[in-house]
C-alpha cells in the first residue's frame, strides 16, 4: 500500500494533499506572505518538524551523504557557519560521535558559527569567526588533529541584489575552501554551498587543484526555484 514520506496513506478514498493559503496581512510585505505560504506547503519543513531536525537544510547534507558517503564513522566533521544545527544533526549518528553503534569507530563533529547555537547532543559547538587570524589552528586543536569532512552552508546576508548576493557567497565559500586547505587531512572532502552565476568559475579552478574529484550538485531537498548548488569536492592532495 503506498505511503507518503511521512509514513501516512495515501490510498484513502477521497484524501488528497491540500495547500495552506496565507492571506495577506496589513504590515506584511507582499514577498513576505509568499515566503510564509511556500514554508506551510513545503513537504520538507514539515519533515524536518516531525523528524526533529532545526531546519529543512538538514535534508540537503542528507542527500549528499547519500551520493558521496563522506560522513562515515570515525570522520571528524568541521561545520562551518553551523547555525541552527540542522547539518550537525545529521552528521552526529552517521560519524557515531556519540558512539552509538558498537563496534563502529567513534566520530567528531565540531561546529563553529559567528552566533551563540543552541548546543547539539554529540556535537561540540564553538563561538569562531573562522576568518580571523589563528582560526585554523584552534579548529586543529579542538579536534585533536586534522578533520576529514569540511562542509558549510553558509549564505552571505542578502542584500537584494542577485549579483551582489552571488558575489558575496562565493567570496564566503572561497575563505571556507582556504580554511579546509589548512585542516583537512589527505583524502579528505569538502562541502559548500554556491550560488550558480558566472563567478564561481574561480572556486572551481582552486578546488580542482587541490581535489582529485571536484563535482557540482543540486539536491532534491534544494528548492527548484533557488539558484543554490552544491560543490563537492573529494580526495583532497594536500
Not at 484524501?15 to 495552506?20: H, P, S
Amino acid at each position: 500500500m503506498a505511503k507518503k514520506p511521512d509514513g501516512k496513506n495515501t490510498s484513502g478514498r477521497g484524501q488528497r494533499d491540500l495547500k495552506v493559503k496565507v492571506k495577506s496581512a496589513r504590515g506584511r510585505k507582499l514577498s513576505s506572505t509568499r515566503w510564509l505560504q511556500r514554508q506551510l506547503n513545503d513537504p520538507y519543513v514539515k519533515r524536518a518538524q516531525t523528524e526533529g531536525y532545526r531546519g529543512r537544510a538538514a535534508f540537503k547534507i542528507l542527500e549528499l551523504d547519500e551520493k558521496f558517503r563522506f560522513l562515515v564513522p570515525g570522520a571528524r566533521v568541521v561545520d562551518l557557519g553551523c547555525a541552527p544545527g540542522g547539518w550537525c544533526q545529521v552528521a552526529v549518528p552517521r560519524v557515531n560521535a556519540l558512539g552509538e553503534k558498537k563496534g563502529k569507530a567513534i566520530g567528531t563533529v565540531l561546529g563553529v558559527d559567528l552566533q551563540e547555537v543552541t548546543p547539539i547532543a554529540g556535537a561540540e559547538i564553538h563561538q569562531l569567526d573562522f576568518m580571523e587570524d589563528g582560526a585554523d589552528e584552534k579548529v586543529k586543536e579542538w579536534l585533536g588533529g586534522k578533520a576529514d569532512v569540511v562542509m558549510s552552508d553558509m549564505a552571505a546576508a542578502s542584500s537584494g541584489h542577485k549579483q551582489t548576493d552571488h558575489l558575496r557567497i562565493i567570496a564566503l565559500c572561497e575563505a571556507a575552501a582556504y580554511l579546509a586547505f589548512d585542516v583537512l587531512e589527505e583524502g579528505g572532502t569538502f562541502v559548500a554551498k554556491v550560488l550558480a552565476g558566472g563567478a564561481e568559475g574561480s572556486l572551481q579552478q582552486i578546488l580542482k587543484q587541490r581535489f582529485d574529484k571536484v563535482a557540482n550538485v543540486k539536491p532534491p531537498a534544494s528548492r527548484s526555484d533557488s539558484s543554490e548548488k552544491f560543490v563537492v569536492a573529494t580526495g583532497f592532495r594536500g
